[in-house]
């Protein structure tokens, strides 16, 4: 999740020459396009914005979609690194100022999949309110749950949904209602239900003997308001990697990009 909207592109960027391979990448991971919006298909591993790793991030491969002359899209909204699913993006810029207010406003909903363990949370349903601090160690930021009278708490809110569940996992569906960095990895820390794969906040690397290789947390839905009017839904299937551990578990048979 993103704990603030993309920062604002400066006038007259320099565009990044990428190579065929890239355009070709960054156009595969297309879900949905019109004249003000192209929404993608994140896949983990990948940096929305800023990345310390020698490689192009999301921001930069937009570049794959800018005319001769013009500028790329904008992101909207942005997603941890190795968080995958959709994020959204402006081809003009009235669109991105719609959108940007649009998402200060909380008219964006989220939803997420996410598998944790072990097994379901108790209640398996309900609204998670605990409020939430920023902590540096060294370089590295980090979110704890706090009291709400903490000088630096914020406010953070979640409402989830187990799915399918077994004795050693879960698959829940997580819906923010606030946009914390780490909010939902923190949350689901919080009712002692970490989501696997996530070494930041005590997720299990190994469930029923099967490896976690990366933390299992996707995008699968966004609902949000259309510059050009109404409302728009895209949905971002679930990778495959995320998809063998669902099934691996037991956990599979369900539907969950039409559940939300």
């Known amino acids: 999740m993103s704990p603030r909207p993309p920062r604002k592109p400066k006038a007259h960027e320099t565009p990044i020459a990428l190579t065929a391979e ?14 003000s919006v192209i929404a993608l298909n994140k896949p983990p591993g990948l940096s929305s914005q ?6 192009n991030t999301l921001d930069e491969l937009l570049w794959a979609f800018a005319k001769p002359g013009g500028s790329r899209p904008r992101l909207v909204h942005r997603l941890d690194r190795d968080t995958s699913g959709v994020i959204l993006t402006a081809r003009t810029k009235p669109a991105a100022s719609f959108l940007g207010k649009a998402m200060i406003a909380k008219r964006f909903r989220k939803t997420y ?52 569940a077994t004795l050693e996992a879960a698959l829940m569906e997580l819906s923010p ?36 290789p990366r933390l299992m947390l996707h995008a699968v839905k966004l609902r949000y308001p259309h510059p050009d009017g109404g409302e728009a839904t895209v949905e971002a299937p679930m990778p495959d990697d995320m998809a063998a551990l669902v099934a691996a578990l037991g956990l599979a048979g369900t539907n969950p990009a039409g559940a939300a």
Do not use: C, W
């Open 113 to 164: 999949l996410a598998i944790v363990a072990p097994g379901a949370p108790s209640p398996k349903g309900g609204v998670i309110e605990t409020p939430l601090r920023r902590e540096s160690i060294g370089r590295e930021a980090y979110m704890r749950t706090t009291d709400a009278d903490h000088p630096d708490a914020e406010t953070a809110r979640t409402r989830y949904r187990t799915l399918a």
């Open 22 to 35: 890239e355009i070709a990448f960054t156009r595969a991971l297309v879900i949905h396009q019109d004249p």
């Open 177 to 212: 209602e606030t946009g914390r960095m780490h909010q939902l990895r923190v949350h689901m820390q919080s009712l002692g239900r970490p989501i696997v794969g996530d070494v930041r906040y005590g997720g299990a690397l190994t469930v029923s003997g099967h490896e976690v």
């Open 50 to 55: 800023g990345g310390r790793i020698n490689a």
